[in-house]
């Protein structure tokens, strides 16, 4: 659906997208995430046809964004970070404004009555958009995004400035769409992703630093997480533990059960360190009552990640 390659822009001797090349294929809900300034925003804005590229090229459903500009958009739906949207129409007015902009060619009253359905705005319809939470203005930037029946939405920080009600439900929302549209969610917001992504593209400095599946993510940092919890001196057991071959960290977690101390300790991916942690703990007349696998949360492998570049690159 997606093929980007080689993609490149620069603003003077800055590169805001620095050779950057990844496909996504149809049916795919994949999130593009980074920090402030990473360039994502650019990216979506080039995919889109709304900035040019420098170099590379970027095909939508096989037509090049740059050459064949309407054939290429017919297939997009695109909600920006700030909605397009006229704070003096009401919904009604604005979807109709959007369904002749589009040219859409389907039956006008009975596609944006269905996509007013799936984005659950009836009870707004017919009121201003300037008098619209932000929740609904959001959900009316989506309801744009559909019009014409896109194969790829693409969504730029869709949740941006929501409360945490309207962050769930918008999210809820870009899941139903991934059922039968292929999606790109551009975004800061790691829980996001866990959320609603099949794939993970991740960019900083204008590069990709890594691209794997959600839950292949934990791989990719070369980092392995177990508790431990153990009956025993807590400053002796720290020490213990971390002179194990194979213990790349360990810290003193902030919880209690019983007399036993609770653990996190890191080790290599490919360092198996249980029985080592096991004997270990029974040498020195411990009690050893808990084991178990610790999985990294994406923003602790996001940091991993991006703090594995910056040393890269010094």
Not at 184 to 189: F, G, K, R, V
Not at 222 to 230: A, L, N, Q
Not at 257 to 271: F, H, M, P, R
Request: with cysteine; hydrophobic share 40%; charged share 25%.
């Amino acid at each position: 659906m997606i093929e980007i390659s080689n993609l490149v822009k620069k603003y003077g001797k800055n590169y805001a997208v620095n050779d950057i090349s990844f496909s996504v294929e149809k049916g795919e809900i994949v999130g593009f995430l980074g920090p402030n300034g990473a360039g994502k925003s650019t990216t979506m804005n080039i995919l889109t046809g709304y900035l040019s590229a420098t170099s590379g090229s970027v095909r939508i459903a096989g037509y090049d964004i740059l050459e064949n500009p309407m054939e290429a958009k017919k297939h997009i739906g695109f909600l920006p970070e700030h909605p397009p949207l006229y704070l003096d129409m009401t919904v009604k007015e604005y979807l109709d404004f959007v369904f002749d902009l589009k040219k859409c060619n389907l039956n006008k009253k009975k596609h944006i009555s269905e996509i007013v359905d799936v984005i659950n705005i009836g009870d707004v319809y017919k009121r201003p958009i300037g008098h619209l939470s932000k929740g609904y203005r959001q959900r009316v930037g989506i309801a744009q995004a559909l019009i014409s029946s896109p194969d790829l939405l693409i969504f730029d920080e869709p949740t941006v400035g929501l409360d945490p009600k309207q962050i769930i439900e918008i999210r809820e929302l870009i899941n139903s769409l991934g059922k039968s549209h292929t999606v790109i969610l551009s975004t800061h917001i790691l829980p996001e992703v866990n959320a609603v992504c099949d794939r993970v593209v991740i960019i900083n400095k204008g590069k990709i630093v890594a691209n794997a599946k959600t839950s292949e993510l934990e791989a990719v940092t070369g980092v392995r997480k177990m508790k431990v919890k153990v009956c025993g001196p807590r400053t002796e057991v720290l020490s213990a533990i971390r002179s194990i071959n194979g213990v790349t960290g360990a810290e003193i977690l902030p919880e209690r059960d019983g007399d036993s101390t609770a653990l996190l300790v890191e080790s290599d991916t490919g360092a198996d360190i249980r029985k080592p942690i096991f004997n270990t703990i029974a040498n020195r007349g411990w009690q050893m009552i808990g084991l178990e696998a610790f999985s990294a949360s994406l923003e602790d492998v996001f940091i991993a990640i991006i703090d594995k570049n910056k040393k890269e690159e010094n």
